[in-house]
């Protein structure tokens, strides 16, 4: 058994919506990134990735590569999957907390955990998506950013 932790965080900006867990979630703002920002699919591929012992999603995924540019962060992932694939890895299951002020995700939890559990092909059983503000501390606190970290843990079937 292996085990990853991953973080992510962005500002937020202009815009009206926020991509988390792959879901389209509307939002007063949007967020300043490379690529579509989606903190919760970044979380999860540096949390797999450590997992694996493969570095981070900077060293695939570099926010300075053209490519990259407004990429769905779904592509990551499935990248990622394939990755741990090559190395006789599975995923055994998935925690995760988005930091936020706002959007709240009650609303969107059970689509963004069948999300990430159709990009990881895994039960959604496999998959936890929880929410936390930061009680008006902070920049997350005072809504100018989005954070999200995620576990996981990966068997070698």
Do not use: Y
């Amino acid at each position: 058994m292996r085990i990853g932790s991953g973080f992510d965080v962005h500002a937020l900006g202009p815009g009206d919506f926020v991509m988390l867990g792959g879901i389209r979630v509307a939002h007063s703002r949007g967020v300043v990134a490379h690529s579509d920002g989606d903190v919760v699919l970044h979380a999860l591929c540096d949390a797999l990735l450590g997992a694996a012992g493969l570095g981070d999603i900077g060293q695939h995924f570099g926010d300075t590569d053209p490519r990259w540019r407004g990429a769905d962060s779904s592509v990551f992932v499935t990248q990622v999957l394939a990755l741990l694939r090559d190395r006789r890895l599975a995923v055994a299951n998935v925690d995760v907390t988005v930091l936020a002020q706002a959007p709240k995700i009650a609303t969107h939890r059970d689509a963004m955990r069948r999300r990430i559990a159709q990009l990881l092909e895994v039960a959604a059983e496999r998959v936890n998506i929880k929410a936390t503000t930061t009680e008006g501390l902070g920049f997350l606190g005072r809504a100018e950013g989005i954070a999200a970290q995620a576990v996981v843990l990966l068997t070698e079937p």
